[in-house]
Each structure stands twice: as structure tokens, then as C-alpha cells.
């Protein structure tokens, strides 16, 4: 059984007679705020998006050795991510085939099999069915071995990171993110050993529905003022005497239903009290890229394509989402005694019932960084990203809050807003694919999530 | 893991155990106490004069595992992992008027019981470990968010008292059943 290609083509009329298609304005920018939190919409997004599309689901690293398992979710399915004994990935549908209890009630161990503890079905780590106590005597007619395998996900890696999709006539992974890929190997494959992560993910309940984080990854630069303003008064974005500092002026790039800012150092370089640097070899030299040691500056040039560095050098992509639930942030962050912490978090938002979602974040370094600089990352991260992460919890007070105003009937007459919009201005000579923005920030991101959404969701893709 | 960490696998040794009603027990019970008490209040400025230069304060992230395969705590990766520094910092943020995740603030109810003291092998150090069961309510929500835990403390005597050392706070709960931690535990 595969997902059902009924879909389609086809709209949904919801049970009150307005048709799904009728909650986007796509002359206006607009979508209703109805779609945030209806249980309606949100079963259809299990059906739609998350049987679909390609969801993040770990890091490869997690699970380095044969029989190493954790259990994750693919929209409200609990899967097993296990090493197989090929030292391969298979993603199994955690409910035994027999009477459906979960395989793995543990998050992260190792194992030779699978053994329900119902009835005592057995597995093997490729999810194929190797057996039941007392075989012969209770199953005299004998058993459809074949057809008792566990179903899987297709399981695809992009530097390291693990994706599932139970979809199996979905185009591959980097199809799917299209253009969008170029700037994920930017973040995510830039050196010869690769990223690691830090332990196991942190999890959170966020009682908001998870289309709040999902629209704002892709990407919101406009709230950093606003929601963030804290971190500026104490110093740490900068200062807000100009909006460069502020974090307003960036390199802005769509793609795909995925956005994403790169952090603009032109300043840096170019301006009368700037170094000067003109090449990105020079740029290189006086800045690695974040979470490198200059030692490990020419590995760029064997992870990626000349124009790849380039965009490191001068613009690093840093901040942003690829559709629909995996966020990335590639920042520096500094401590209070003055040292810099670069490193690199992972995100992803999992549909739990219309009012909830469960926030998984993972920091990641590069494996092959020195230990102090590991280290740096690791404290960084968690001053700001994640659980107590001070940037994180504002983040954390505002989704819970749009969930709640749009449980309002009339506020659901309502729309979110997306009227910003710029279109294609690159910087000159951008190497890059997608749609790609050089200066204040704009809502072209996020309504570009939107509009790769009702594609799915009303079968168009 | 190349990351130097130390959440409960760098157990300290324990000494002779501290019975309840000894001063230093009292001692302990009575700092535990003040600390719920400048928390519930939002006196962060006077918590932060109950902590020790060096302290630590961490909460590891905490995996649902089987019996036999051994802690349940992951030795790398944190929800907290704070110095006095950073401590300072934050409640330098939550002093701003744009942190929005505890502005309003949360009403926090700190319940403190089975306190356990020890002596360890310093001089003037004592090891205490407590429950912890903290009700955060926000907003106008009627149901409050239960977040419990095992604390264990390590303190050292300062002329002026006891301060803290080194907090590990151990989380109940695998997935957090509050949004964040913008509150400390």
C-alpha cells in the first residue's frame, strides 16, 4: 500500500462548504487564519504533507555503528531510525504488524532486532519479519510472511542529516528541495569529516500549532527587532544605532518553499574602515567560515563548488528552513566573557494534534574542529537556541500566542499578512540559483512556504 | 565524544551522612527555601548572591532507555548549561523590557522536600540532593505546567552562608511539558 494518489489535483471542501483553495489570497498575500489551528486542516495535513514530503528525522551520527536505533516521528507516525548491518539506514514504522504495540518504547539504544513485547513478533533491523513464538502451533495455516514486514520510509542523507518520506513515488531528496539544495550543502557539507552532533536532542512541548515555527523559518528576519529586541539591549546582536547591525539588511534567498538570510560582511570587507579583502581567498583568510579553524578553510574547496565558497566568504547563509519542518541556524554567538561560539543547530516541529507541537533541537559542530572550538559551539548554543536558549524562549512566547488568537471565530476571519514583497534583486554576479534578495528583509520567504503549502495540501504537487 | 562534560557521571564521593534537624541539614533546608522563595518572587539579583563564583548549573537532556542499558542522562547535551557569567546575563535580559517569554512573568509555586545532606571530602562542602516539583502557570491558562526533578547540589561555606557550587538538576520528564526554560529550576 502506498500514500493515496487520489489526492490529486483536488480541492477540499471543508465541512462547512468553504473550499481549502479559498483560504490563500494570492492577489493580496494573504492567507486565513483559519488554516493556522482547524482540526480539519490539520488531518488533512497529515495526509497531504507529512505522508509526502521529505521530514528530517536526525543526523547520521546519532546511530554510528550497525543496530544502532532512536525513535523519531514522521508527522504523528513514530519511526525507527536503525543502522542496518551494511552499515546503511532504514526508517521502519514503529507499530508491530501483528497488533500494532510499538517495537521501541526507548529513544536511543542498540540491537540486534526487533521483539514486539505483546505477543513476541521478531524483525530484523531491515524491517523484514523473521518470526512469531510458537509459529507452527498457532498459525496451522501458516503466516503471509512476506506481507508482516514493517512498513518503511524512504531514507534519503544530505550532510549527514537523515530525511524520511513514506511517500515512495516522491521525487528524491534533492529534487524535492530543488534549487534550495545548493544553499543546505553551503551549511551542511562543508568539510572533508563532516558535522557531528552533540548528544541527544533537546524536546520540548509547544502548545501552538506547527505551522507557526514552519512560516516563520522560511524565513521571518522582520521579528528579529521586535520579538528579539531583548538580545540587542543586552549587547549581544549588536547595536541598534543602525539597521546593518540590527540584522535587517541580508542576503535573502527563496526557493522551493524554503527561505533562508545570509549574514551580509560586505561590511566587513569593503566599507573605508573595512579590510579590504577583495577575493574570497582574502576573505577566507581573515574570516573563517563560522565553526572552522583556518586549517580547515581549503576543505570548502573539496565539499564544494567554487561558486559555494564564494558565497561563504562574502554572504554565509546562515539562518532558515527548508520545506516544510527542517530548520537550520549556522550563527556565532558570543558569551558573556567576550569569546565567540560558533555553532550550528537543527530544528524540526512535529505535529502533535492541532494545538501542539514538539520542538526537537539538535546542536551539531564539525567533527573535525579542535576541541576548544567544539566546546565554544556547545555553550553558545545552548545560551541561545533551544529550551533556555534567550533567543528561543521569545520564540517559544509567540507561536503559543497565535495558536490561541486563532481559536477566535472571528479572528479567523482574519489573515496573516505577506504584502512585502521583492522579487528577484540579487547582489551582481551572485552565483547562486533561487530567488535571491540583496537588502531589507521581506516576506517573499514565507509566503513562498505558503504557496509550496496549499500545493500540497490542495494536491497540486 | 571529544566534549569535556561532568552532569552526574563525575559523582562526588560522599561522606558521613547529615541527618535531618543537625545545623547543617538546617543549614541546607534553609537556603533551598530562600532560593524557591527569591524564584517565586522574581528577586533574581538576590538568587544570584546565593551562588557560588565557580558555580555550574546544568540540566542534561534525558533519553527514555531500558533498565539495563544504563543512564538515562546524556553526558553531552543540556537544556541548561550556565556559569555565574551567563546566569548574570540572563537575568540581565529578563531585566530588559523586551523578554517576552517571562513578561508577563509566570507564577511559579516551588515545592522543596527529601532534602538529603552529606558531607563530601572537602572541608565546608556539603552534598544535597532535593525534589523539586515546580508549578509554572502563565497567562490566563488555567492548567499549570508541571515540571519535577531531582536536584543535586553541591555547596561550600562563604562567611556569609552557603552558596552554591554546582546544581544538577535532573528532569523528570524525556520531552519537556513546558515550552521552554525561561524559568530556572
Given at each position: 500500500m502506498t500514500t493515496d494518489r487520489a489526492i490529486l489535483g483536488k480541492d477540499v471542501v471543508l465541512s462547512d462548504g468553504v473550499l481549502l483553495s479559498e483560504l490563500i489570497d494570492q492577489a493580496r498575500h494573504e492567507v486565513s487564519m483559519r488554516v493556522l489551528s482547524d482540526p480539519e486542516i490539520y488531518r488533512l495535513e497529515m495526509q497531504r504533507l507529512f505522508a509526502r514530503t521529505w521530514i528530517m528525522v536526525g543526523h547520521e551520527t546519532e546511530i554510528p555503528n550497525p543496530g544502532d536505533f532512536v525513535t523519531r516521528y514522521i508527522g504523528e507516525d513514530g519511526v525507527i531510525v536503525v543502522r542496518t548491518k551494511d552499515g546503511g539506514i532504514e526508517i521502519l514504522l514503529n507499530a508491530c504488524s501483528h497488533r500494532g504495540m510499538q517495537l521501541c518504547r526507548t529513544e536511543v539504544g542498540t540491537t540486534a532486532q526487533f521483539k514486539c513485547p505483546y505477543h513476541g513478533w521478531v524483525f530484523n533491523r531491515e524491517g523484514q519479519f523473521l518470526g512469531a513464538p510458537f509459529e507452527k502451533e498457532m498459525y496451522v495455516d501458516g503466516l503471509d510472511r512476506p506481507s508482516l514486514g514493517l512498513r518503511k520510509a524512504r531514507v534519503e542523507t544530505l550532510g549527514g542529516v537523515i530525511f524520511g518520506n513514506f511517500d515512495q513515488e516522491a521525487p528524491p531528496l534533492r529534487e524535492f528541495f530543488g534549487d534550495f539544495t545548493w544553499y543546505l550543502e553551503c551549511i551542511l557539507c562543508r568539510t572533508d569529516d563532516g558535522l557531528e552532533v552533540l548528544g541527544a536532542p533537546q524536546?520540548?512541548?509547544?502548545?501552538?500549532?506547527?505551522?507557526?515555527?514552519?512560516?516563520?523559518?522560511?524565513v521571518d528576519g522582520y521579528h528579529t527587532l521586535g520579538l528579539h529586541r531583548s538580545m540587542f539591549e543586552i549587547g549581544m546582536?549588536?547595536?541598534?544605532?543602525?539597521?546593518?547591525?540590527?540584522?535587517?539588511?541580508?542576503?535573502?534567498?527563496?526557493?522551493?518553499?524554503?527561505?533562508?538570510?545570509?549574514?551580509?560582511?560586505?561590511?566587513?570587507?569593503?566599507?573605508?574602515?573595512?579590510?579590504?579583502?577583495?577575493?574570497?581567498?582574502?576573505?577566507?583568510?581573515?574570516?573563517?567560515?563560522?565553526?572552522?579553524?583556518?586549517?580547515?578553510?581549503?576543505?570548502?574547496?573539496?565539499?564544494?563548488?567554487?561558486?559555494?565558497?564564494?558565497?561563504?566568504?562574502?554572504?554565509?547563509?546562515?539562518?532558515?528552513?527548508?520545506?516544510?519542518?527542517?530548520?537550520?541556524?549556522?550563527?556565532?554567538?558570543?558569551?558573556?566573557?567576550?569569546?565567540?561560539?560558533?555553532?550550528?543547530?537543527l530544528h524540526t516541529w512535529v505535529p502533535r494534534g492541532p494545538e501542539w507541537f514538539e520542538m526537537y533541537t539538535w546542536v551539531l559542530v564539525e567533527k573535525g574542529a579542535p576541541p576548544e572550538l567544539k566546546e565554544l559551539g556547545r555553550m553558545a548554543a545552548l545560551q541561545n537556541l533551544g529550551s533556555s536558549g534567550q533567543i528561543e524562549q521569545d520564540d517559544g512566547e509567540a507561536w503559543p500566542s497565535q495558536t490561541k488568537a486563532a481559536k477566535g471565530y472571528i479572528a479567523q476571519q482574519g489573515t496573516y499578512k505577506y504584502p512585502a514583497q521583492r522579487g528577484h534583486t540579487p547582489p551582481d554576479g551572485w552565483p547562486g540559483p533561487g530567488e535571491v534578495r540583496y537588502g531589507f528583509t521581506s516576506d517573499d520567504g514565507q509566503w513562498q512556504w505558503w504557496q509550496r503549502y496549499f500545493r500540497f495540501m490542495l494536491g497540486e504537487e | 565524544m571529544t566534549i569535556a562534560t561532568d552532569a552526574r557521571l563525575d559523582r562526588l564521593v560522599l561522606g558521613t551522612r547529615v541527618r535531618v534537624g543537625q545545623p547543617a541539614h538546617n543549614d541546607v533546608t534553609d537556603w533551598l527555601y530562600e532560593e524557591a522563595n527569591f524564584l517565586e518572587q522574581g528577586d533574581f539579583e538576590e538568587w544570584l548572591l546565593l551562588l557560588d563564583d565557580d558555580v555550574r548549573y546544568t540540566a542534561p537532556v534525558r533519553r527514555t532507555r531500558l533498565r539495563h542499558e544504563g543512564s538515562e542522562f546524556d553526558p553531552v547535551m543540556k537544556h541548561y548549561e550556565d556559569t555565574l557569567d551567563t546566569l548574570k546575563q540572563r537575568v540581565r535580559r529578563l531585566r530588559t523590557r523586551y523578554a517576552f517569554a517571562e513578561d508577563p512573568p509566570?507564577?511559579?509555586?516551588?515545592?522543596?522536600?527529601?532534602?538529603?545532606?552529606?558531607?563530601?571530602a572537602a572541608p565546608g562542602e556539603l552534598a544535597a540532593s532535593s525534589s523539586l516539583l515546580v508549578l509554572r502557570n502563565r497567562l490566563d491558562d488555567p492548567t499549570s505546567h508541571l515540571i519535577s526533578a531531582l536536584r543535586e547540589d553541591v555547596f561550600v561555606r562563604h562567611p556569609d552562608g552557603l552558596k552554591l557550587r554546582r546544581r544538577t538538576i535532573l528532569l523528570d520528564s524525556a520531552t519537556l511539558p513546558t515550552h521552554n526554560l525561561a524559568i530556572f529550576l
Open positions: 524536546r520540548a512541548m509547544v502548545n501552538a500549532n506547527w505551522k507557526g515555527p514552519g512560516e516563520q523559518g522560511s546582536f549588536g547595536s541598534l544605532e543602525n539597521s546593518e547591525t540590527a540584522g535587517m539588511i541580508s542576503v535573502d534567498v527563496s526557493a522551493n518553499g524554503g527561505g533562508l538570510r545570509c549574514i551580509d560582511l560586505s561590511v566587513l570587507f569593503q566599507t573605508k574602515q573595512g579590510t579590504g579583502a577583495t577575493t574570497t581567498e582574502e576573505r577566507l583568510a581573515q574570516m573563517p567560515p563560522f565553526g572552522l579553524t583556518p586549517d580547515m578553510v581549503p576543505q570548502l574547496y573539496n565539499n564544494l563548488t567554487e561558486g559555494q565558497v564564494e558565497v561563504i566568504s562574502s554572504y554565509p547563509p546562515a539562518v532558515g528552513q527548508a520545506f516544510c519542518t527542517f530548520e537550520f541556524l549556522l550563527i556565532p554567538a558570543a558569551l558573556p566573557d567576550g569569546s565567540v561560539g560558533p555553532f550550528l543547530t | 509566570s507564577r511559579t509555586r516551588r515545592l522543596v522536600t527529601n532534602i538529603r545532606v552529606h558531607e563530601t
